[in-house]
């Protein structure tokens, strides 16, 4: 764990090291240096780097570099960045740069661009890259179809090695990866695959056909990026083919691609379960109006929903003024329902997007965590009842009431924390909205009906 650390701090540091010395040498004019300095760097590296620049800087510093890495850098930038650049740029440059890129980075610049800036590149752009970009944006957002790459090495079962070989060499330098080359029918069907490294071991007059391997595993161009991810986690590939409902090779994808859905997917579902409306944009480049736009839908939702709970406590404000002791124990009860809740959900929401947890399998979660429930409840409320006769020193009949209480809102919770998820799965919503600001306003309500319940039947009030 500390070599991770260390490695972590040597890279922080690194950066900030080529941020300084990339300033310098543009303050003072050294352009010459600059390039070679950022023709020695790695293009993820640079990108890295220019994000610190803004306005002319950052437009200075991307046209000093090599032409070769340029769009290598821009692929790496972030969106607003590259926004920036290429409307910055002359319409010639700019096709340029749209030109170098593989498909599916340029669609997805295109995607968050105003569509008089898209029509404006696409104009500019060779027409091979216009038909890829325009074939990847008719596909769903989230989709396979909407992430995959177009640029991929394709044989035919005639060739032979000697003739694959040739083709990778042709189209190589311009394909996403030449680790596997995907076979294909006259009609362009998939039919199978073969690894490089089994073309380079194989005899030159070896057929295709013969040495491929034809059980292949493939994506539909329809299915949902989250979907995508599992498959990826499930066969440990390093890319997948895309195909069309006639099982034709249309695109592949490729795990650096993978590695980016799961990091936006537990980024949106981080803020699903915090009520916030998930968001692409970084925290530090979004506008504080933006935010508060994000953010208010929930908290006035969760706002108006809590006014339930002052409700309640209005129409059992006898038993309180009764027993004042009560009131203290409120938020205790409330919280430790919401905890309960919230722990059952993240579990749970977690094992709907892995694929181990199912709709059918509700009776097996709901009788496992009230089983859970009921241990946690009791341990609970044993600890809690000691405290509140020696610390506390409440009459026994409260304290029984608090502590059966307790136990009812784990119950409670659990079995809503469990539950919600797999229905909102279940009905076709993202079961992380159901994730704890929600639950813990559900729990609340009933923990408060139980607690008033049982004090009225055993303090006999009313």
């Known amino acids: 764990m500390e070599k991770i650390r260390d490695s972590i701090r040597d890279s922080i540091r690194d950066s900030a090291m080529d941020f300084r010395v990339v300033e310098e040498l543009l303050l003072t004019r050294q352009y010459t240096r600059l390039r070679q300095k950022m023709a020695e760097m790695n293009a993820a590296d640079i990108a890295s780097v220019m994000e610190e620049f803004h306005g002319e800087e950052l437009l200075k510093v991307f046209r000093i570099l090599p032409k070769n890495l340029a769009a290598d850098v821009f692929s790496y930038m972030e969106v607003d960045s590259q926004q920036f650049v290429i409307t910055s740029l002359s319409e010639r440059d700019a096709a340029g740069i749209i030109n170098n890129l593989m498909a599916d980075d340029a669609a997805d610049l295109f995607e968050e661009m105003p569509a008089n800036v898209v029509k404006k590149l696409l104009a500019n752009a060779s027409p091979e890259t216009r038909r890829d970009i325009n074939d990847l944006l008719r596909y769903p957002e989230d989709s396979a179809g909407s992430i995959m790459t177009v640029e991929y090495v394709d044989l035919k079962e005639h060739m032979t090695v000697e003739d694959a070989i040739a083709r990778i060499r042709k189209v190589g330098m311009d394909s996403e990866t030449i680790n596997i080359c995907y076979v294909l029918d006259a009609g362009r069907k998939l039919v199978g695959t073969v690894a490089l490294r089994y073309l380079l071991i194989s005899p030159a007059d070896a057929v295709i056909g013969d040495i491929m391997h034809e059980n292949v595993i493939f994506l539909n161009t329809l299915m949902d990026q989250e979907e ?235």
């Open 228 to 462: 995508v991810a599992r498959q990826f986690q499930k066969y440990d590939f390093t890319a997948m083919p895309v195909v069309d409902n006639e099982e034709r090779l249309v695109g592949i994808i490729t795990v650096d691609d993978v590695v980016d859905i799961l990091q936006e997917e537990a980024t949106e579902d981080m803020e699903k379960m915090a009520a916030i409306v998930p968001s692409d944009r970084p925290y530090m480049k979004t506008g504080v109006i933006d935010v508060w736009k994000k953010r208010m839908p929930w908290l006035l939702l969760l706002m108006i929903s809590a006014t339930f709970t002052g409700s309640i406590l209005t129409v059992f404000e006898d038993a309180l003024l009764a027993y004042g002791a009560l009131i203290a124990y409120i938020p205790m009860l409330m919280d430790t329902g919401g905890n309960a809740g919230g722990q059952a959900s993240v579990t749970i929401i977690r094992g709907l997007s892995l694929g181990e947890i199912e709709f059918g399998d509700a009776l097996r979660v709901v009788w496992k965590e009230m089983r859970v429930a009921l241990l946690c409840g009791v341990t609970l409320a044993g600890a809690n009842f000691v405290k509140l006769l020696l610390f506390d020193r409440v009459e026994l009949s409260v304290a029984l009431v608090v502590c059966m209480t307790l136990i009812a809102s784990v119950m409670i919770a659990k079995i809503v924390g469990c539950m919600l998820p797999m229905l909102a799965r279940k009905i076709g919503f993202d079961p992380a909205v159901m994730a704890s600001p929600f639950i813990t306003t559900i729990v609340d309500v009933l923990s408060l009906l139980v607690y008033f319940q049982v004090a009225i039947v055993v303090l006999g009030i009313g």
